[in-house]
């Protein structure tokens, strides 16, 4: 029997409390329970040696021992409460902190004996108050170990026991304190909560806590906490908000507040409190808070509160009730639809746009007032609470469907249809040569290279070229079938256009240009008339001389600055704004030069900007030029670092937004910008800030000026669509030096924000610029990021009802008087800079460079998306030459289909800089590669000044599986290219789609791995053979090794169910490029390498594209023939070239010439295609 088993386990094994374990059991076995005599006198002796020798103890404890059972047996079957129960208590079983006994004791069923001898007890009349004592006392320690003990207590009836005995020992403190702490421990329990709730326990609570007292907190203390687990169930919150509760709490938070001035019972008001949090989960109990004045209390209270450090806890609960308290408004906009609306070709059913505009009016914009159960507001939000949250989340979008991440082999597109793409691969062309040697005029010897534009290409295809021809006709242009192949340099062919070539469709329609052009909605026609009035408007803002014309002598500006440079579409008027503010200002010294910046900034022109922005349109038809794009941005060379968050800010900010709400009276709440009146306020009072935001990517729909020097922002939603709130670029003007101005964009939609973690926002001061500093810098103090009282319709949110905008708040001070100052989310790059970019690029062309700049198509808002080939021109006509030309491995660049991802452009400016450079390393690496680059993926969203998306209202990297050839036409003729090319046998070695991430530093790469994704997963590795090169890992470890800003450690290689439409997954997928990656750039700043602790800018950014491009060249000698045949030493190669951190030029000596072995094979696929 278990005797022997203890005698066994035991050591020593004569011990003396085995011997009288042993007698016990067989007492127990024997039913001989009526001596209790014996029985009571061997217990005591167990105890007395518990009690006196540590090594007893130890023995009763240790694992295996049945010392334990036979004591719980004992109680069991004896009752020796007395005894068994002093054990328990006195440091044998429940020594304090001593968990493991405790647990030793619940596994061995304790607890349940315990509360079956409550119900006994209590059957007696009276039942003893010592064994009820005794009984509570232990369950009371015992009971927070076992996590069915609610369970337990409410199934045996011991609920009701111990409610009973609180009802009728109230002023009995001795039993009184037991009998509340297991309370505490019952009301744990949902389920047991609402019992005691029906059984008038919160009345009892009510009837123990009371006034400052300092007589028996401790029993306050256990019913306050009671009392708050009782009220996380809305039935007891109901309960105590009809009763009235409400205003005692507070009152008896208010007298404790005022009598505990030495803070000796703070866990008291943390009690009280946590009462107040639990009630005011319910939307009554929050109404019952209001109408009781609770905010002015808590208010104040806390206010007092705040100098004392130590009295945090309190200050922290409080603001959290108050924000919760805090009556949910509606944004202060007629809709949260974006004040621009943009007429789609056609409107799918179903999709996005359908969805929000057929809804009936004020739909998406109702005040939600469901409670939000998220909890991301507790106390002390940290980041790493959010990154386990981002962690979890990704865990549950890992891609499970084996099928899904096998290749997708069914091509959708017939190679007839793609051949039409044919003509932006000059490069690749079989005619390249024939193209240049049929023209008479050009003798085959000693020529450079012509590359024949596209159109002197004859068309290959003949089935495809009449379609082109009708098209080009159809636009009422002359085509050029001879334009001159010998041009000394290639041209771009802007009249080429794919956007309306739609094969599957029918003829008319593919040349049906009237469908592909804005049509204006009401709202267009309203911001014409908008911006009529603003332009006859006086002062030198509007008066852009009828039209304004080019401004041409942006060398001159007047002194004071009031607004951006007019460029007006169209021209007309000769005389420029500039001369009519010098004439104005009666020339008297007034003439201020802007910075000359052209050697600093080599692809910058302000003349150039405003020629560009001429031909850029826009859904409101901007027509102004902000300074910052006009002038141009010169990074500073002093550090920025991440901000080191102030204590106590985001606190402080809540508490001055809790104040509008106790002193209505402070608030001006005075409208002085709003997009959505015909008549954009222009209030010039001197008391307030101007606003603009009506020029290229410029957002801010609204501005109220709250108190003096505090301003609410209200940022507009994407066109065509009801949210994506988080880009903003502004203009301001009126400030007074030296002000303590805060501004709040409202409206933010992300539960938490770099903003919270050092980053900064922009400016951009123009006295600054025309003072020889022309550069955007991080600005702002006092900045965080929370969730407001503004609720955001669950149309808005994605279905989920509750939820609510975040505030985006800084602080700042000017420092220049009659300045005009831009603020901005992210360094600002315009569709109008990439343009003038692209153009000073191609001067840098060189006999040694071939690039060309094609149209790839035209946006839905009539822009058009650039597309360009880089690469070296072949050294000779030799055949040998022309054939390492047409062969070498492509790369295929994007950039910026998230407008508000601007850094995405600076590191692709940085890529293009380095690629049209003369350095040494430039040169072999345009030998190397063929470049495709579609440096801005959403042109309508960048102008627009969206964020998100593009002007369908949809996330075009979601577009990537099945893009409409209307709806996202940039995508439609991307993937076609790629698709082209993986028909021809020709898909890219890398493909890498350059983004911006809003809540990580460093720059890092997502890429896809069958591998590493089904490791994450439960998928079986038997189910699936796994056979896959490691290559797609080369080009992030190179990259975490010359790249400063890059970290390895950020990186991932899982393929997420959430982006299986994006490029990355169906360039992979369905395209076959093993490494195809999306690389995304911090917004704010590093937290590793040589820039740790800084924030970045444009400098790392471009850095960042030129490291690409070297990388790239390393990634070519590790693709070389020799390691392609042989993937087993890939990785181990690398890692060595790596580890020696061998310099980029030595790798440059032994670059191999020609890869014969890639020559051949692509040579002998391109003639079986043909
Ligand atoms: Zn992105």
């Known amino acids: 029997g278990s005797i022997a088993k203890a005698t066994k386990d035991f050591v020593p094994s004569n011990s003396r409390v085995l011997m009288l374990l042993g007698q016990l059991e067989r007492l127990n076995r024997e039913a001989m329970l009526a001596d209790a005599e014996i029985g009571r006198q061997i217990t005591a002796k167990i105890l007395h040696l518990i009690q006196t020798q540590e090594k007893t103890r130890k023995e009763i404890m240790s694992k295996g021992s049945s010392g334990m059972e036979v004591i719980l047996a004992t109680l069991e079957v004896t009752g020796y409460l007395y005894i068994c129960g002093s054990c328990v208590n006195d440091r044998c079983v429940c020594v304090p902190g001593g968990g493991r006994r405790v647990g030793v004791f619940v596994s061995k069923g304790g607890t349940g004996i315990l509360l079956q001898l409550v119900l006994s007890g209590s059957k007696e009349s009276p039942p003893s108050e010592e064994l009820m004592l005794q009984l509570?006392?232990?369950?009371?320690?015992?009971?927070?170990?076992?996590r069915k003990f609610g369970v337990k207590a409410r199934l045996n009836g011991a609920l009701n026991v111990t409610v009973n005995l609180l009802k009728q020992n109230l002023q009995n403190h001795k039993l009184l304190l037991p009998c509340l702490q297991v309370l505490r421990v019952y009301s744990s329990n949902s389920v047991n909560a609402v019992s005691l709730g029906k059984n008038g326990v919160l009345e009892l609570m009510f009837k123990i806590i009371g006034p400052y007292s300092k007589k028996n907190t401790s029993l306050l203390k256990v019913s306050l906490d009671t009392l708050g687990a009782l009220l996380k169930s809305k039935t007891n919150a109901r309960r105590a908000v009809d009763r009235a509760h409400v205003p005692v709490l507070l009152y008896i938070y208010q007298d404790w507040h005022r009598n505990d001035t030495r803070h000796r019972h703070m866990l008291i008001r943390k009690g009280v409190l946590g009462c107040l949090k639990n009630i005011t989960n319910i939307?009554?109990?929050?109404?019952?808070?209001?109408?009781?004045?609770?905010?002015?209390?808590?208010?104040?209270?806390?206010?007092?509160?705040?100098?004392?450090?130590?009295?945090?806890?309190?200050?922290?609960?409080?603001?959290?009730?108050?924000?919760?308290?805090?009556?949910?408004?509606?944004?202060?906009?007629?809709?949260?639809?974006?004040?621009?609306?943009?007429?789609?070709?056609?409107?799918?059913?179903?999709?996005?746009?359908?969805?929000?505009?057929?809804?009936?009016?004020?739909?998406?914009?109702?005040?939600?007032?469901?409670?939000?159960?998220?909890?991301?507001?507790?106390?002390?939000?940290?980041?790493?609470?959010?990154?386990?949250?981002?962690?979890?989340?990704?865990?549950?979008?890992?891609?499970?469907?084996?099928?899904?991440?096998?290749?997708?082999?069914?091509?959708?597109?017939?190679?007839?249809?793609?051949?039409?793409?044919?003509?932006?691969?000059?490069?690749?062309?079989?005619?390249?040569?024939?193209g240049v040697t049929a023209t008479p005029a050009a003798p085959k010897s000693q020529r450079p290279i012509i590359v024949p534009t596209a159109q002197a290409l004859p068309p290959k295809y003949p089935t495809a070229a009449p379609l082109q021809e009708e098209c080009h006709l159809a636009k009422g242009e002359q085509p050029h079938p001879e334009a001159s192949p010998l041009a000394p340099a290639p041209t771009p062919a802007p009249v080429h256009t794919l956007d309306t070539i739609n094969i599957t469709k029918d003829h008319d329609g593919c040349c049906d240009h009237s469908q592909v052009r804005p049509q204006p909605g009401l709202e267009q026609e309203l911001v014409q008339g908008m911006e009529r009035m603003a332009l006859e408007g006086t002062g030198p803002q509007g008066g852009a001389g009828g039209g304004g014309g080019g401004v041409?002598?942006?060398?001159?500006?007047?002194?004071?600055?009031?607004?951006?440079?007019?460029?007006?579409?169209?021209?007309?008027?000769?005389?420029?704004?500039?001369?009519?503010?010098?004439?104005?200002?009666?020339?008297?010294?007034?003439?201020?030069?802007?910075?000359?910046?052209?050697?600093?900034?080599?692809?910058?022109?302000?003349?150039?900007?405003v020629e560009m922005v001429k031909s850029t349109r826009s859904v409101p038809q901007y027509s102004e030029v902000a300074y910052p794009d006009y002038f141009g941005h010169v990074a500073p060379t002093f550090r920025e670092h991440i901000l080191e968050r102030v204590y106590g800010v985001q606190r402080t900010k809540i508490f001055q937004d809790i104040e509008r709400l106790i002193h209505p009276n402070d608030i001006l709440d005075k409208v002085v910008y709003d997009l959505d009146i015909q008549s954009c306020p222009v209030i010039d009072d001197g008391e307030s800030l101007k606003f603009n935001s009506q020029f290229e990517s410029g957002n801010l729909r609204k501005a109220i000026q709250a108190r003096k020097f505090e301003y609410d922002l209200v940022l507009n939603s994407d066109i065509n669509s009801n949210h994506y709130h988080q880009w903003f670029y502004f203009e301001v003007s009126g400030m007074r030096v030296g002000a303590p101005y805060r501004f709040n964009i409202i409206n933010c939609e992300k539960s938490n924000s770099q903003f919270n973690y050092g980053m900064q926002v922009l400016m951009y001061s123009v006295q600054e610029a025309i003072s020889g500093r022309p550069r955007w810098v991080r600005t702002g103090t006092d900045i965080c990021y929370y969730k407001n009282h503004f609720s955001r319709s669950s149309i808005a949110a994605g279905g989920q009802k509750g939820k609510s905008y975040y505030t985006m708040t800084f602080s700042m001070t000017f420092n220049h008087k009659d300045d005009v100052c831009y603020f901005a989310y992210h360094y600002p790059y315009t569709y109008s800079t990439l343009k003038m970019h692209l153009q000073k690029l191609e001067a840098l062309r060189t006999p040694q460079i071939y690039m060309r700049q094609d149209i790839l198509c035209e946006t839905l808002g009539g822009n058009s998306c650039p597309l360009l080939t880089i690469t070296a021109m072949p050294e000779s006509t030799s055949n040998d030459q022309i054939c390492q030309f047409r062969n070498r491995p492509l790369v295929f660049l994007s950039s910026r289909v998230h407008p508000g991802e601007t850094n995405a452009s600076w590191v692709m400016k940085g890529t293009l800089e380095f690629l049209m450079g003369s350095s040494p390393l430039a040169h072999s690496l345009r030998e190397a590669y063929i470049f495709k680059i579609v440096p801005m993926l959403n042109p309508d969203g960048v102008v627009n000044g969206n964020h998100r998306c593009s002007l369908s209202g949809e996330d075009l990297n979601r577009q990537w599986q099945s893009p409409s050839p209307e709806l996202h036409p940039t995508i439609y003729h991307t993937k076609s290219l790629l698709q082209y090319l993986a028909a021809i046998q020709r898909a890219p070695l890398v493909f890498c789609d350059y983004h911006g991430h809003s809540r990580k530093k460093n720059v890092f790469m997502y890429g896809c791995s069958l591998k590493e994704t089904v490791w994450q997963t439960n998928i079986s590795a038997t189910s699936c053979e796994l056979h896959e090169d490691l290559g797609y890992r080369t080009l992030p470890k190179i990259l975490s090794q010359t790249a400063p800003a890059f970290s390895m450690a950020s990186c991932s290689f899982v393929v997420e169910r959430s982006k299986e439409a994006t490029a990355r997954v169906v360039v992979w997928r369905e395209i076959g490029v093993q490494r195809s990656y999306t690389m995304e750039s911090t917004l704010c700043g590093c937290d590793q390498g040589k820039y740790k602790g800084l924030q970045i800018g444009t400098r790392e950014l471009e850095e960042m594209g030129a490291q690409f491009c070297v990388a790239l060249l390393r990634l070519k000698r590790l693709t070389s023939p020799l390691e392609l045949r042989n993937h087993a030493h890939l990785l181990d190669v690398e890692s060595d070239l790596i580890e020696t951190r061998c310099k980029v030029s030595s790798l440059l000596e032994d670059e191999p010439q020609m890869i014969d072995w890639l020559n051949r094979n692509t040579h002998t696929r391109w003639l079986a295609v043909n």
């Open 136 to 146: 509570h006392s232990l369950l009371a320690k015992v009971g927070p170990k076992d």
């Open 283 to 434: 939307k009554l109990g929050r109404k019952a808070f209001i109408d009781a004045d609770g905010m002015r209390i808590l208010y104040n209270t806390s206010t007092e509160c705040l100098p004392v450090r130590t009295l945090d806890p309190l200050i922290n609960t409080s603001s959290l009730i108050m924000r919760k308290c805090f009556p949910k408004n509606r944004l202060p906009l007629p809709t949260i639809k974006s004040v621009f609306h943009h007429q789609l070709p056609h409107v799918p059913a179903g999709g996005p746009v359908a969805q929000l505009y057929n809804q009936p009016l004020g739909v998406d914009d109702v005040v939600d007032e469901s409670d939000d159960n998220d909890d991301v507001e507790t106390e002390n939000d940290t980041e790493n609470e959010e990154e386990d949250k981002d962690h979890h989340a990704r865990n549950d979008d890992i891609e499970t469907d084996i099928n899904k991440l096998r290749p997708k082999e069914t091509h959708s597109r017939p190679f007839e249809e793609l051949k039409i793409y044919e003509r932006f691969f000059l490069e690749l062309s079989e005619d390249f040569q024939s």
């Open 552 to 609: 041409n002598s942006h060398y001159r500006q007047p002194p004071l600055l009031a607004g951006g440079v007019a460029a007006r579409q169209g021209g007309g008027a000769e005389e420029t704004l500039a001369e009519e503010w010098a004439e104005e200002e009666g020339g008297e010294g007034a003439v201020l030069e802007v910075p000359d910046t052209a050697l600093l900034l080599p692809l910058h022109d302000p003349d150039l900007y």
